[in-house]
């Protein structure tokens, strides 16, 4: 049986899939987004032999030029999935990359732009990047791309937004898969590492910061602690209990200097008649 495995956001690390990839020797790895390589995909990949290299966009793959061109620029930018079908060793594999943008499309809601078309008509020349959509909205889902992607039949959906299943999810991506025929949905984008209750027939797995999964939903690779989810926890633990000295009054200690000046003279004359002899 081929070995694909799927890995969750690597966010510019890339020696846990070198690796992973040197001792598994798998067919395929997927990465579902937030790649922001620092160097072109052609020189990070160069001495992988024997595996292919599937990949789909995060929102952090359009933050500037450079990690644009490095992804889109390099040899692997045909093996973007993002808006297509793949079979991927014997396993069609469908691919939604980026986000949902509310200045696009914000489902349940309906588009404010339905394609690229029409927002590069609203912004005009003035807008556009290279041509085209502005760099920043070529990580965002229009509706155009999804409706064309329903149409397809897939085994897989794998996606960078997570579907509805997450508290933060969407239940279009739910529905896509649905129509597609697909069983399962495999996200990222949140870091977290998550195996979800089916719902209506549908599973879903989220792979977490820089983790690796199998099909199987094996762990190849565990995923990272997201340094904004330890600082939640840290925000959020309780304030440890500040022990609170005890103060005596001022009041109290001149009382007790006057008694003791008091008690010293003639303190003999108190004690009682046998102690005073000795």
Known sequence: MS???????????????LSAIDQWHPDAVLILGDLTPSHSLDEIFKGVKGTKI?????NHDTDSDLIYDRLWRSSFAKHNLHGRVQDVCGVKVAGLGGVFRG??????AMPLYASPSLFIRKIGKS????????????STIFQSVYEKLKECKA??????????????????????????????????????????????????????????IDLEGNVIVPAQVDPRELEAKVRSAPSPVKTQLRRTPASKFRRLNRFNRFSRKGW???????????
């Open 155 to 212: 085994d897989i959906l794998i996606t960078h937004e997570a579907p509805s299943m997450h508290p933060k999810g969407f239940k279009a991506l739910d529905d896509l898969a649905v129509k597609m025929g697909c069983k399962i949905i495999f996200h990222a984008h949140q870091h977290e590492s998550k195996r979800y209750c089916p719902c209506n027939g549908l599973c879903a797995r989220g792979i977490g910061l820089r983790g690796i």
């Open 127 to 138: 807008g556009m990047w290279r041509g085209g959509l502005p760099r920043r909205h070529r």
């Open 103 to 108: 200045q696009i499309w914000m489902p349940p």
């Open 268 to 278: 003999s004359n108190r004690l009682p008649k046998k102690e005073r002899q000795g």
């Open 3 to 17: 070995k694909v495995f799927l890995c969750g956001d690597p966010h510019g690390e890339f020696d846990h899939i």
């Open 54 to 58: 599937y990949w789909i966009p995060g």
